[in-house]
Every structure is written in C-alpha cells, then in structure tokens.
C-alpha cells in the first residue's frame, strides 16, 4: 500500500509539473491513437464550531491518477483510480462508441441518475448535496446509450445492481436507469433545463440509506445523522426531478429525489429528499453548462462566485425511524486557473430528534484547494 501512495503521488506531481509548464502529459500513435494522463487532488481543512465532540480535521482527499485514450477516431477508453480512506478503488472504468449524435458505453461508469456524474471537480459546493449523496446512485458495471441534441438529451441503460469494489458478489440483482433532459430555452447566458430521471432496480431483500454533514472530513462512522434500514423488499423505484436556470451571472439548480420501496408483508417505504442552490458570478462572464452531458461544469480561470444552498432529507416512514435533517449551507469559489481551484463553505447543520446520533446541531466551516488535470 505504501508504494502505491508513492506511486500516486509521484505520478501527481509529474503531471502537474508538466502541465503547469504548459505541456501536456500524453502522447500519440496511427490510427488517430491519442492519450493523456489525467488526475486530481484535494487538500481540505475544516473547523466544527460550537461542536466540542469533533475534532478539527486537514486531509488529502480524493486523490487520483487515470488515463483517458482516444483511437480509430470514434472510440474512447477510460482507466481511473482513486485513493481515500486508506484504500485504493476503481472509478471510471469503460469503453465509449460514439457515432454521429449517439454514444454507447460499457464498463464501469454513473447511472444516469442524480448529480454525481458531473464529477467531484466540478461540484460547486466542496461537496455533493446530502439529499443527493442518500438518494443519488454510484457508479455500476452496466451498458448505457444517449444520444445528443441541443434541445433535448436521453441517456438510458441497464446496469448490474451489485458492488464490484467487493470481491465476487453474488445475488447482484439488475437496475434500469434512464433521463431525459429538455432545453426550452438555450442562448448566450441563458438556459432552462428540465430533467426528469426514473429508475428501478431488483433490490435486495435489505436496504439501507443514510445521510450525514456534506463534508469528507469526517468518517462515515461519525457521520452518520439518519440512518434507515428497510427489510422485505421486493423491488425499488426512484425518481429525480431536476431543473437549472441560467440568466446572466445568475444560477440556479434544483433536484427532488424519491425513492419507492413495495415490501412482501409489510408496509411499502418512502424516502424522499432534495434540495435548491443558487450562485451569482461576481468575477467572470457566466457560469458553464455542457450541452452534451446537461450539467454545469466549472467556469474560466479568474472566475470568482458565491453560492446559496438549502438541503433537506426525510427517512422517517411506514414506522422506521430514520431520522431527518436539513442545512444551509454558503460558499465561495475562486478559479485561479485552468487546474487549480479554491472553495470555502459555512454549513449551518439542523438534526431532528429522531436522528441516531440524537438531536445534534453544529456548524462547520471547511475549506478546499483542488487540483485537478
């Protein structure tokens, strides 16, 4: 484990070094073969105030080292590891057709479902809401199609419900995932975006959710605030509704999650969630948004914004008590250049009293600088 961490880092900081000197860390080959080394790394601190059960905390989070390889003009491979939490895990692991306005992919990669496929880079709080975070889905070994157009987006796919990260499981079940996202309106500075994604999937006979303080500074044990687990169930059915405003320097996005679950011989269970944030670019032309994947990605270098989000989750149904919880939360991000980023958050936590770690409210003011390539 220990030269792997070397490896990583040494592997980091090459490329950083090369990049910063403007040259790119790749090379190319016949038959359009192209490839580049891609990674990232976070340095995070954080002060919980007015919390005397929690320590302050500085980390190296989200470190990471890939390879993304272009051939035969439409084909594309990705390789991506990341280490955190003293282990190494898989990240994006695929291989990606694209013909005219469709693409087809397979391997290991996000379900069209939630937040997280803008990837962490580009979330504009340090971290993804919670309501997201409990609800949202991550990555799966599956097969998935979309098709592109400056209207209109659809992506869909099926997916093996399992974990890969573990070692050879069984009784992995199946999900089906699928979005559509609509552009009534999409010009210069401006743009309405509305998403709708469903989503089933061949539970086990138990599932978990659980939800904790939007920060990486904490292990899950103690960031635990709601924490609900489901037992008989059949199968599940989720849904995210999503929107995004664009005006001027203007930003808004907001998703409500819900997610379905029909039990054999016990009440049927409902958890919902969701949450609404909204930024204004006080430095810096506009916010950006990929018409390709209908999410938005991190703005120009020198580029500075302030950002509003209110979050809340609901466990508690059919007589589980899993607790409830919302925040708001404020931050600020400067874009100092293209690979280098910092962001700083004030959260305000409000914990229900039917929370597993009881009734717990704190603050937490925690800071970020990336980098990322």
């Not at 282990?87 to 996000?110: A, P, T, W």
């Not at 990486?216 to 008989?232: E, G, M, R, V, Y």
């Not at 914990?351 to 970020?368: A, E, M, N």
Request: glycine share 10%; with cysteine; charged share 20%.
């Amino acid at each position: 484990m220990a030269h792997m961490r070397k490896l990583f880092l040494f592997l980091f900081l090459l490329a950083f070094v090369r990049e910063t000197a403007g040259q790119e860390l790749g090379g190319k080959g016949p038959d359009g073969f192209r490839w580049r080394l891609i990674g990232r790394a976070f340095f995070d601190g954080g002060v919980f105030l007015k919390d005397t059960a929690r320590e302050n905390s500085f980390q190296i989070n989200d470190l990471r080292v890939g390879t993304i390889i272009h051939f035969l003009d439409a084909w594309e491979a990705k390789i991506e590891l990341g280490y955190g939490d003293s282990k190494i895990s898989l990240k994006d692991v695929y291989l990606n057709y694209e013909y005219k306005n469709s693409s087809f992919r397979l391997g290991y990669h996000f379900e069209p479902f939630g937040n997280a496929r803008v990837g962490t880079s580009n979330y504009r709080f340090i971290t993804n809401a919670v309501s997201d975070k409990a609800l949202g889905n991550s990555r799966k070994l599956g097969f998935s199609y979309s098709y592109n157009h400056k209207w209109f987006n659809f992506i869909g796919g099926v997916f093996s419900d399992g974990d890969i990260q573990k070692s050879k499981p069984v009784n992995q079940g199946y999900s089906l995932a699928a979005k559509v996202v609509g552009r009534p309106l999409m010009e210069d500075k401006k743009l309405i975006h509305i998403g709708v994604a469903p989503r089933f999937n061949s539970s086990h006979k138990e599932v978990s959710f659980s939800a904790g303080a939007p920060t990486d500074l904490l292990a899950k044990a103690d960031n635990t605030f709601l924490d609900a687990h489901i037992s008989q169930v059949i199968n599940q059915w989720k849904l995210d509704l999503e929107t995004i405003l664009l005006y001027n320097k203007w930003y808004f996005q907001g998703q409500y999650f819900l997610a379905s679950l029909n039990r054999f011989a016990a009440e049927n269970y409902k958890a919902k969630g969701g949450y609404a944030q909204c930024g204004y670019m006080v430095l810096g032309a506009k916010h950006n948004y990929n018409a390709k994947t209908g999410m938005i990605v991190n703005p120009a270098p020198r580029s500075l914004e302030i950002l509003l989000r209110y979050d809340n989750m609901n466990l508690n149904d059919a007589g589980i008590r899993g607790g409830r919880l919302s925040d708001i939360s404020v931050g600020v991000n400067y874009f100092i250049n293209k690979y280098v980023a910092a962001k700083v958050n004030y959260t305000r936590m409000m914990i229900g009293h039917s929370s597993p770690q009881g009734k717990d409210d704190f603050d937490l003011l925690q800071g970020r600088v990336q980098i990322s390539f």
